[in-house]
């Protein structure tokens, strides 16, 4: 793979074309569907999605929405929110008038 040097534009053909999959998860889902073949697949959902404990149940339904939907957009977690900032603006001159 050639090196380009940083600040220089790459050349307008570079990289991978427009919604080709990177190469490590198509090899992931190859392999995926190897040990999990879509019928086993269906079968397993199936049996989680109808488990008689309603958790397990509820947690592969939020699971399967993820997968197909996105993962819903979660709130930062952190530090409360700052006080709003107060500039006083009393110290900036106004325009001189102009003596006739």
Do not use: C
């Not at 190469?23 to 959902?45: G, M, Q, S």
């Not at 989680?48 to 819903?72: C, M, S, V």
């Amino acid at each position: 793979m050639a090196q380009f040097q940083k600040g220089q534009p790459r050349p307008k053909n570079a990289g991978r074309k427009a919604g080709t999959p990177n190469r490590a998860t198509i090899e992931i889902k190859v392999l995926l569907n190897e040990i999990l073949p879509p019928d086993e697949n269906r079968r397993r959902w199936l049996r989680f999605l109808n488990h008689r404990d309603p958790n397990i149940g509820w947690k592969a339904f939020e699971l399967a929405q993820a997968y197909l939907y996105g993962q819903p957009v979660k709130p930062i977690q952190g530090k409360e929110e700052a006080p709003p900032i107060h500039i006083d603006i009393s110290a900036i001159p106004m325009k001189r008038k102009r003596a006739e």
